[in-house]
C-alpha cells in the first residue's frame, strides 16, 4: 500500500525521472525501524526513488535539504555516486511541507557527516 501511495503520488524517480518501476523503490525518509505504526503508513514519509539514490539515501550517503537540492556526504565519493547513477546536481521534483519534518530527522539521524 506504501509503494502504491508512492507511485501515485510521484509517478516516477523523485530526483531522476526514471519510469521503469523494476528500477525504483519506495523509500521511507525517517526510517521504517524508527517510525510508529502511522509513520511508516504515511505517504508524506516516503519517497520514489532509482535503486542507487535509494540505497544511498537508506545508508545516509545522500539527503535533500529544505529546497530539495541533493546534499551528498564525504562519505560518498564522486566515482561511486557516478557510477551508482546518482545525479550530483540532482534534487527533489517537489521539496513537499508536510514531508519536512521527517526530512529534518533524515539529515539529524541517518545522514553520515564528516566524521
Known amino acids: 500500500a506504501f509503494r502504491q501511495q508512492l507511485l501515485e503520488r510521484w509517478g516516477t524517480c523523485a530526483v531522476t525521472g526514471c519510469a521503469n518501476l523494476a528500477l525504483v523503490r519506495a523509500s521511507h525518509i525517517k526510517p521504517w525501524a524508527d517510525c510508529d505504526a502511522s509513520e511508516a503508513r504515511d505517504p508524506a514519509n516516503g519517497l520514489l526513488l532509482s535503486a542507487g539514490l535509494d540505497a544511498a539515501f537508506d545508508a545516509g550517503l545522500i ?3 529544505p529546497d530539495g537540492a541533493l546534499v551528498v556526504s564525504p562519505w560518498l565519493s564522486q566515482r561511486d555516486a557516478l557510477a551508482t547513477g546518482i545525479p550530483l546536481e540532482g534534487r527533489l521534483r517537489e521539496a513537499a511541507a508536510e514531508s ?3 526530512m529534518e ?3 539529524h539521524y541517518v545522514f553520515r557527516e564528516a566524521a
Do not use: P, S
Open 63 to 65: 539527503t535533500f535539504a
Open 100 to 102: 519536512a519534518r521527517y
Open 105 to 107: 530527522y533524515h539529515r
